[in-house]
């Protein structure tokens, strides 16, 4: 079981604006930074977003991502048939001392 | 440029250990985390642990406390993971990843994976 909360699937026709949600506590994304990452099976991670809502260069504004007291959201606008991966949120846990994982949410584009 | 270059695929017996290197290159070894990730087949990622270079502290993520250790060497700049008592759910493509910071941050550099597939 996740520290971090995200629905198991997100889907969205081409063109839509899907948004994926991570739900934790005062203990991480209340009093810490969250970070979004990109994965395919097989192949490294990648950043999306980090300090919540900055992206990285090369990440395209289609991507964004907002943080509001305990829950963080990732939105990703002019869904493109490339956008199919698996979506991580990430922040770092006071108690444990370390980094919490949410579940993943796998996007499907329809 | 930064650069982290894991050591290559692995196939052990159940009972065994493993050990995977992360060479790291282009930055200075000791300003960085160094996280471990893995992701088993079919599987969500999982946050492994943690280890800052410049003092060698480390962390384990609960679950895998005990049976996996982090080390680094900084004369090599390079970490390494080590996993024992491997069993059938240990099969994996491990990951390691630099964080922004020395501990904390996000993982803006990744290794490209090491798949470690334990089977009798």
């Known amino acids: 079981q996740s520290v971090l909360t995200q629905p198991p699937s997100a889907s969205g026709t081409p063109g839509q604006r899907v948004t994926i949600s991570c739900s934790g506590s005062s203990l991480n994304i209340g009093h810490n930074n969250v970070q979004w990452y990109r994965h395919l099976p097989g192949t490294a991670p990648k950043l999306l977003i980090y300090n919540n809502i900055q992206r990285p260069s090369g990440v395209p504004d289609r991507f964004s991502a907002s943080k509001s007291g305990t829950s963080a959201s990732l939105a990703i606008s002019g869904l493109q048939s490339e956008d199919e991966a698996d979506y991580y949120c990430v922040s770092w846990d006071d108690s444990l001392y370390g980094p919490v994982l949410g579940g993943g949410t796998t996007l499907t584009v329809l | 440029q930064v650069q982290l270059v894991q050591s290559g695929a692995e196939v052990k017996k159940p009972g065994a250990s493993v050990e995977i290197s992360c060479k790291a290159s282009g930055y200075q070894f000791i300003a960085y985390g160094i996280h471990w990730v893995r992701q088993a087949p079919g599987q969500r990622l999982e946050l492994m642990g943690w280890i800052n270079p410049d003092n060698g502290a480390t962390k384990m993520s609960p679950q895998f406390e005990g049976r996996v250790s982090i080390s680094s060497d900084t004369s090599a700049t390079a970490s390494y993971l080590k996993v024992t008592g491997l069993r059938s759910g240990d099969t994996a493509v491990y990951y390691c990843?630099?964080?922004?910071?020395?501990?904390?941050?996000?993982?803006?550099?990744w290794g490209q994976g090491t798949l470690v597939a334990v089977s009798s």
């Open positions: 990843a630099r964080t922004s910071g020395p501990v904390a941050g996000h993982f803006d550099t």
